[in-house]
């Protein structure tokens, strides 16, 4: 059974920093993409950065240039950090993992709130 369980969201100011951590256990991931999703309220959840074993990584262009993903395969860990935070990056976000071959199946974690307000 794969679980997925992040921590660091938290209130932030316009500007400020966060890094958000997903650690990942249940499988052996070396062949999964493991990524964050978010999602704000009255909104549907959207892709914002995923990264595969092998350090190939994808982005929302929202976020481009902001945050990073990055991957410790040997912890089964990802993380993303968020630099020059936005009140529209408010948001809860959800750790995600699927298989990178098909079939796909998605799990998700359970999400962590991330509010930028001054």
């Known amino acids: 059974q794969v679980q997925l369980v992040e921590s660091g969201g938290g209130l932030v100011q316009p500007g400020g920093s966060l890094r958000l951590s997903c650690a990942a256990s249940?499988?052996?991931?070396?062949?999964?993409?493991m990524g964050w999703y978010r999602q704000a309220p009255g909104k549907q959840r959207e892709l914002v950065a995923t990264?595969?074993?092998?350090?190939?990584?994808n982005y929302a262009d929202s976020v481009k240039g902001r945050f990073t993903i990055s991957r410790d395969n040997a912890k089964n860990t990802v993380y993303l950090q968020m630099n020059s935070l936005k009140p529209e990056d408010t948001a809860v976000y959800y750790c995600?993992?699927?298989?990178?071959?098909?079939?796909?199946?998605?799990?998700w974690g359970q999400g962590t709130q991330v509010t930028v307000s001054s």
């Open positions: 995600n993992t699927h298989p990178l071959l098909p079939p796909r199946r998605d799990y």
């Open positions: 249940g499988s052996a991931f070396n062949f999964y993409v």
């Open positions: 990264i595969t074993s092998g350090a190939s990584t």
